[in-house]
């Protein structure tokens, strides 16, 4: 356990990093969307390729589907929490979609696949861009709902994006039992292992552009922030470990539940006329805040 909390700390330390480096101007806005861009369209795909290429995924066909099921549950469970908030918090109405959508879709991209390759070894990558595809197909659906008010917004061209691409494939070759030759291997391997430092890096510098003192301001997001990173995990685990047996799945599920709010929820705000400022405080306050929440998950959890 102490090992876990160790490189759990280490992931942080690169959130650290990243924020001190936008700080000090080592890194600006352009070099986060170019990295950004780098990590969705190729090493995050190779981190999913890599996870069925070096056998790692011990699971079945059958054994996917079913996982894709529970992935269901988790959402349904999640929008279950979500929905009541703003009535709840007494949230202007306006806002509610942002509030919504910030307790709906976690940062299971940036922060999952590292956070989950710690706690439980490469072999995660794969289940985790299946939950991925989830989000993808109701993030840029029901999301795009949420945070516009209108279905003019919704670009289903969204959802053919690299990493679901490269899904799709680790499927295909998972179920082939396709082999490469070791150069190719090596090199998605090689790659792979990238999205874990740039990814934690990329966060922190994202969160150095975000607003940190109007945070105090906005009494609601210490709201969100319990119902984002703790009862949406407590009630996922409450729920699934009643029938899920294995805890390789049932933790995943868990610790991905407890992901802080996804980084995109400020800029589809932006982009499609939300509150991108309550947005970005919401994504700042459950990112610190998943400092201490995540390894306590991760320890419950073991």
Not at 194 to 208: D, K, N, R
Not at 215 to 226: A, L, Q, S, T
Not at 246 to 270: E, K, R
């Amino acid at each position: 356990m102490a090992a876990i909390i160790s490189k759990m700390l280490m992931l942080f330390l690169l959130i650290a990093v990243g924020f001190a480096a936008y700080k000090l101007k080592a890194i600006d806005r352009a070099a986060n969307e170019s990295l950004s861009r780098f990590v969705l369209n190729i090493t995050l795909p190779c981190t999913v390729l890599d996870s069925v290429l070096e056998g790692e995924t011990a699971a079945s066909i059958g054994d996917a589907g079913i996982y894709f099921l529970l992935v269901a549950l988790v959402y349904a469970i999640q929008f279950a929490i979500a929905c009541p908030a703003p009535r709840l918090l007494r949230a202007p109405k306006k806002d509610g979609g942002v509030y919504i959508f910030s307790i709906v879709f976690a940062n299971v991209a940036f922060m999952g696949y590292p956070v989950t390759e710690v706690i439980f070894g490469p072999g995660a990558a794969f289940y985790v861009s299946i939950l991925n595809i989830m989000f993808n197909l109701l993030c840029y659906t029901v999301g795009i709902l949420m945070l516009s008010g209108s279905s003019n917004g919704v670009n289903l061209k969204l959802l053919i994006s690299p990493a679901n691409t490269a899904t799709v494939l680790a499927i295909i070759i998972y179920m082939t039992h396709i082999v490469f030759p070791s150069i190719i291997t090596d090199t998605v391997s090689t790659l792979g292992r990238v999205t874990t430092p740039v990814s934690m890096i990329l966060v922190g510098s994202i969160l150095a552009t975000l607003p940190i003192k109007a945070i105090f301001d906005e009494k609601r997001i210490w709201g969100i922030c319990v119902l984002r990173l703790v009862a949406a995990p407590a009630a996922v685990w409450a729920i699934l470990h009643v029938f899920v047996r294995d805890p390789f799945v049932l933790g995943i599920l868990t610790v991905l539940a407890g992901m802080p709010t996804a980084t995109m929820t400020s800029m589809l705000s932006l982009e499609y006329g939300a509150n991108e400022k309550l947005a970005s405080q919401i994504v700042f306050a459950t990112t610190l805040l998943s400092v201490l929440t995540v390894p306590l998950i991760a320890y419950l959890i073991a």
